[in-house]
């Protein structure tokens, strides 16, 4: 896991390195000034006659030419001390330059630079659209839920295997993000975006078009489905993390988790409206238009923003990783080379060595003691969410018996108040980060010793998980004792406040991992998404044996169970980033000693 973080570093540093030549030839034109001065001061000083002379060393002389030639060694050795050394130290960087591996920074060159160059409108304009795709992933995930029966019925099968459709969709939906994050790192944010909503709306074709006699291709069309579309979130997340400070990440995040938690509880009422009204074929031409709504302005607008690529956005991407526009202005800028007789290659000098391709890197993440206790803890309050979220249509029906129009706007409250949780949370985690970074003195990679990370960011959790439970309980107790259909509803909007734990947790492991968003996102999904396939396919065996009241008592007793990690991470969390710096510092100072010396003996025994 130290590789991937001193990759990261290893990518500023290089490309912080590459700036050194033009400040050494800056360095060199004011040098040759100085010798000229010099060299004139010496013809002075030798035209004056031989009247109190004196050498190098004070003494007096009274030949011209002994002291001619003491002068000549001195001006000699002057300027071998004013010439720069050829290759100035890695360790040493100009003033201008934030250290690092203390910092362990994204700023792209100088202090005096800003984080990244898109403008907030531009910042706004990326991250809606990020927003826009990743809703895919959710929306599809139980989008037809309220036509199960319907679907069962067309395709002549039972409802356990319609069901199990959505359990496919939920397996795929975990794993296909890691290796599709890894790729949004290496690769480049633009070009995955725009092929993952390619599969997605091919997938949704295939299925709105699928014969009800090939109950084989249905699931197969899911299977595409959720590879195209469950690694949108993740690519998504790493576009916010490259365009956002960790002050201002809060608010830019939290609009982009409206999509993962309105998208579960959009879906079953956009599903029970197309099927009720035009049949379940319009639930997938539906997806196949709106996706083809996102990604036609993304093809054409949507820039790069891997840092690694482009840097503070500043760099021309490459060829692959441009829209249009960037194409036409790189073919004049290459025009314009050619026309001065420059190197080609000097439009991307100073882009960074992009990391190498590690389809494992999600896995590897989870080794990290932080990453893998806090999604573990996340991970259990979304089973117990999602859980609610499956059989509170079934409890709609049972209990309340109305249509699927209704039981899809029963969802509407919860979507409501998540999307309300989303934009709040991230605001909120802004300000308190803004107070504790004017306490040190700057931010938790600036000041990681005096900084409290944990602390800072866990402040609303308490609030944010107590809400889930109360009102998830509460529901459930509710539709069990027949009360007021008003009351679950309500409910449901107060269990939408509480899934803003889910922007809690993403800003958390984005700051520890920065520059690794695609690959955290992919963690996260992958364990919160194998937990809720496992509450999706149990509650209801679970309801039926002990009620919906006690069932959702039982999944809330298994949560609070977790409730000291929090605290764990409190206390030992900066522990834990000192030792991980630590040993990503002796490697990069290991590995810089083998460029500079080569190998040790000890490399060489090895």
């Known amino acids: 896991m130290a590789e991937l973080e001193a990759d990261e570093i290893a990518l500023e540093r290089s490309f912080s390195q590459s700036q050194r030549p033009t400040r050494n030839q800056d360095r060199e034109i004011e040098l040759q000034q100085r010798r000229g001065k010099e060299d ?3 013809d002075d000083g030798n035209n004056q006659g031989e009247d109190h002379l004196e050498t190098k060393d004070g003494r007096e002389c009274t ?4 002291c001619a030639e003491e002068a000549n060694s001195t001006s000699d050795e002057r300027r071998q001390a004013l010439i720069p050394p050829p290759n100035p130290a890695p360790a040493s960087p100009g003033p201008s330059f934030q250290d690092l591996r203390a910092t362990q920074t994204n700023l792209t060159t100088t202090l005096n630079k800003p984080y990244s160059v898109f403008t907030p409108g531009q910042k706004w304009f990326i991250v809606i659209f990020s927003a826009l795709g990743a809703i ?4 599809s995930t139980n989008i037809y839920v309220p036509a199960i029966p319907t679907l069962a019925k067309a395709f002549d099968t039972t409802t356990e295997k319609i069901n199990l459709t959505v359990t496919i969709y939920l397996v795929f939906q975990a794993l296909t993000p890691s290796l599709w994050g890894s790729a949004g790192d290496c690769y480049g944010r633009r070009p995955v975006f725009i092929v993952l909503l390619t599969i997605y709306l091919l997938s949704c074709i295939g299925t709105a078009l699928c014969p009800t006699s090939a109950y084989w291709l249905l699931m197969l069309m899911r299977v595409l489905q959720a590879s195209g579309g469950s690694a949108l979130i993740a690519i998504g997340t790493g576009v916010v993390a490259d365009i956002a400070m960790p002050h201002e990440r809060g608010r830019y995040l939290g609009l982009f988790n409206l999509g993962t938690t309105v998208g579960p509880t959009l879906g079953p009422l956009l599903g029970g409206i197309f099927a009720f009204t035009l049949g379940w074929r319009s639930i997938f031409w539906f ?23 482009v840097g503070d956005g500043s760099i021309p991407p490459p060829l692959l990783n441009c829209t249009p526009a960037a194409l036409m202005r790189r073919k004049r800028a290459l025009k314009d080379l050619e026309e001065r007789g420059e190197n080609p290659q000097n439009l991307t000098s100073k882009r960074a060595k992009v990391r190498n391709f590690k389809p494992l890197a999600s896995f590897l993440l989870f ?29 709609l029906e049972d209990e309340y018996h109305v249509n699927e129009v209704i039981i899809g706007l029963c969802y509407l409250p919860g979507g409501v108040g998540a999307g309300i949780s989303g934009f709040m949370t991230g605001r909120i985690m802004d300000v308190f980060y803004k107070k504790e970074k004017r306490r040190v003195g700057g931010d938790h990679r600036q000041r990681p010793d005096e900084f409290r990370l944990e602390r800072v960011r866990f402040m609303i ?9 109360a009102a998830t309980i509460g529901l459930a107790w509710s539709t069990t004792t027949h009360t007021h259909i008003a009351v679950p ?22 700051d520890l991992f920065t520059g690794q968003g695609g690959a955290v996102t992919a963690t996260f999904n992958l364990i919160r998404c194998a937990l809720g396939a496992v509450t999706t396919s149990t509650v209801q065996l679970i309801v039926n044996r002990m009620g919906a009241g006690w069932c959702f008592v039982l999944l809330g007793g298994i949560c609070l169970l977790a409730t000291p990690i929090p605290f764990i991470l409190i206390k030992y969390g900066p522990r834990w980033r000192n030792m991980r710096r630590d040993r990503i510092e002796k490697k ?13 003996a000890v490399d060489r025994d090895k």
């Open 63 to 66: 030949n011209i030419s002994n």
């Open 287 to 309: 997806l196949c238009i709106f996706c083809a709504c996102v990604l036609i302005p993304m093809i054409f607008f949507f820039p790069e923003t891997l840092r690694a690529l």
């Open 367 to 395: 080794l990290e003691p932080e990453i893998a206790l806090m999604f573990t803890w996340a991970s259990l309050y979304y089973a117990f969410w999602y859980a609610i979220l499956t059989i509170f249509t079934t409890l």
């Open 461 to 469: 959790l308490p609030y944010q998980v107590g809400m889930l439970l």
């Open 489 to 510: 509803i309500v409910l449901n909007f107060f269990i939408g406040i509480g899934t803003g734990f889910l922007t809690t947790t993403t800003i958390y492991s984005i």
């Open 40 to 42: 004139a001061n010496l």
């Open 136 to 139: 895919f992933s959710p929306i």
């Open 588 to 600: 990069l100072a290991r590995n810089d000693a083998t460029h500079t010396h080569g190998p040790t």
